[in-house]
């Protein structure tokens, strides 16, 4: 007779045993231990790791962030302003990973007998904590279809709903030959990059990587970005740049034309898994060119140098991307819930009012 399934709950996840967690995190991107500590740190408080086994073989867990903070997709400052209120009180307690590297956090057995009872467990561990931390709403978010499909209670599920943005899944050996597959996507194609290559080159831009630039200039370029596009300012920009520099595998791409920075970008490499996510892009607006040529080399250098399997890119400026052979993500769905049904009602009247 199987070993029935057992769900345990760590606070941090320096109390979870490295062994155990290497095993539940494996194949699965930005959950090592090295990027958990990480997460904590930026968000200044210990995440919780339920692991689910049988007998004294772990087969799955999940990891969850409480947010205090979080990016509010909403116009009505009103509106905003007061949910950013209510969740200093009563935070979203989010299973993915660290802030700005978009991936799920809840891993799932293999094994298609276990998985619904595996995500059921999940569940219910998710909905302890969250009474526990007083969260209004657990939230499973960069889900793909196969997770989507499972049986989900009472959570609500928002199917392709997030603009979580795009990837670029590495077919090459080399970036000449990611040059070749761009060039042979079309005549337009073609022309487009040849023509944005030569007046990038023309205009004297400098791309390095491995350089640390002052976090107050980054940060100030990034938000040049958020509001130029009329975002809500992202509240982890600077504990993200802060830490960064405690992560062995995070890269910073600066860009310069004439000594001075016009650019910043970081790169948070999972070498583990060989993906990278570029993310906080920040640039000075009055430097032509420069978008083209620092996503340009972005991509020549996670390539050449990290050899990464995928480039997850952030949202926004998809045709451009799509010239550079991006394609949309597809782990673009979430589901929520609330133990309060006044709450889980509300939820679910802000999520078509983010949509």
């Known amino acids: 007779m199987a070993s029935p399934l057992r769900s345990e709950v760590f606070h941090g996840i320096g109390s979870v045993d490295p062994g155990v967690w290497e095993r539940v995190s494996a194949g699965h991107p930005y959950s090592g231990r090295a990027w958990c500590q990480y997460g904590e740190a930026v968000l200044g408080c210990p995440g919780y790791y339920v692991i689910l086994s049988c007998g004294s073989e772990p087969l799955g867990g999940a990891l969850f962030s409480v947010l205090r903070q979080e990016q509010i997709p ?7 302003g007061a949910l950013e209120r209510y969740l200093e009180r009563h935070p979203l307690l989010a299973c993915r990973t660290a802030p700005s590297t978009n991936f799920s956090g809840l891993f799932l057995p293999r094994d298609p007998t276990l998985r619904q009872s595996a995500l059921d467990a999940v569940r219910a561990a998710a909905l302890d904590i969250a009474h526990d931390c007083r969260a209004s709403f657990v939230l499973f978010d960069y889900l793909g279809g196969p997770e989507m499909a499972l049986g989900w209670g009472r959570f609500t599920p928002l199917a392709d709903f ?19 597959h761009i060039k042979a996507a079309g005549l337009s194609r073609r022309k487009w990059l040849k023509r944005h290559l030569k007046e990038a080159l023309a205009s004297g831009i400098e791309v390095r990587f491995g350089e640390r630039p002052d976090v107050d200039m980054a940060v100030r370029l990034h938000q040049n970005v958020e509001r130029q596009y009329g975002e809500v300012l992202f509240p982890h920009t600077r504990p ?14 600066t860009a310069y034309h004439d000594g001075r920075l ?16 570029p993310t906080l892009y920040g640039r000075d607006y009055e430097a032509e060119n420069v978008y083209f040529y620092t996503y340009y080399e972005v991509v020549r250098y996670a390539v050449e140098q990290l050899r990464v399997t995928a480039i997850i890119g952030n949202s926004g400026a ?6 550079l052979g991006f394609e949309p993500d597809p782990r673009n769905n979430m589901v929520f819930a609330s133990a309060s049904p006044v709450m889980q009602r509300a939820g679910r009247w802000l999520a078509r009012l983010a949509g």
Request: aromatic share 10%.
């Open 74 to 80: 909403i116009r009505s400052p009103l509106i905003r």
């Open 162 to 180: 997030l603009d979580i943005g795009t990837r670029l899944d590495n077919q090459w050996g080399s970036f000449e030959s990611y040059q070749e």
């Open 240 to 253: 993200i740049m802060e830490h960064a520099r405690e992560l062995s595998d995070a890269v910073w791409m």
């Open 262 to 277: 016009v650019s910043t970008e970081l790169l948070l490499h999972d070498s583990a898994n060989h993906v990278c996510t």
């Open 318 to 323: 998809y045709d451009f991307k799509h010239h």
